[in-house]
């Protein structure tokens, strides 16, 4: 099962303990942060799959940090869920008109909160990729997160995955490591680029028994590409 990621902004730890306990216990990955310079440093490593971000932080609102994200080329496709104990009408519409998919009021019990992520993520994710890829044998579901070679599933890891993604998304084409670090990893991440060469190999590795490692080749000088052809 590869996690989907959760950043989690919340400037009491004693919430984003308790939201953490749920998450993982659903089969969530979090980060978390603070507040809203410690949430961009975190969205500097890794853009997660959604954010839980609380409306009353310091120094940034959690309101105001959303509409940053919403217009940063990197993070605006990620659903954001706001967490509040603002529960006037205003408030929520405010939200939903900064670009906030979702809005919890405390107190919320950690169950409704991770059945709102579910149902945010199932909305955010475009038709078109929830449809299952196939080739040649090789298939990849968005929606389960399993990757399967002649009906047999492989264990994989979730870079490895988000890359095997993006790869069978766009076959056929060269991408060089920098490129690849920008569409997989996220814009302004602190990867160095043959961290993108371990990866490779990492899915090379677990499509390898099947064959299908084939499909992922070196382009000398140039990048990597996913093709059929050899």
């Known amino acids: 099962m590869n996690e989907k990621t959760i950043l989690v902004v919340e400037d009491e730890p004693a919430i984003r303990e308790m939201v953490g306990f749920a998450l993982t216990r659903a089969g969530f990955q979090m980060d978390e942060a603070g ?36 217009r940063e080329d990197y993070t605006r496709e990620v659903p954001i869920i706001m967490l509040t104990a603002r529960g006037e009408e205003d408030d929520k519409v405010g939200a939903l008109d900064a670009g906030i998919d979702d809005y919890i009021t405390k107190p919320f019990s950690p169950r409704e909160l991770v059945a709102r992520i579910k149902a945010v993520l199932r909305r955010s994710l475009p038709e078109e990729q929830a449809k299952p890829l196939s080739v040649d044998g090789l298939t990849l579901d968005p929606a389960s997160h399993r990757v399967m070679a002649n009906d ?16 069978m998304t766009h076959p056929e084409r060269v991408y060089s490591r920098s490129q690849l670090l920008d569409r997989v990893w996220g814009r302004n991440t602190y990867v160095e680029e043959r961290t993108v060469d371990v990866h490779i190999l990492r899915l090379r590795k677990a499509l390898s028994p099947h064959g299908c490692d084939r499909y992922v080749q070196t382009v000398r000088g140039a990048g990597y590409r996913f093709s059929q052809q050899g």
Do not use: Y
């Open 35 to 70: 507040d809203a310079h410690e949430a961009h440093a975190r969205l500097a490593d890794r853009v997660p799959d959604l954010i839980v971000v609380d409306w009353m932080l310091p120094g940034v609102s959690g309101i105001e940090l959303a509409r940053r994200l919403k």
């Open 152 to 167: 047999k599933p492989l264990e994989i890891g979730p870079t490895e995955f988000r890359l095997l993604h993006f790869f």
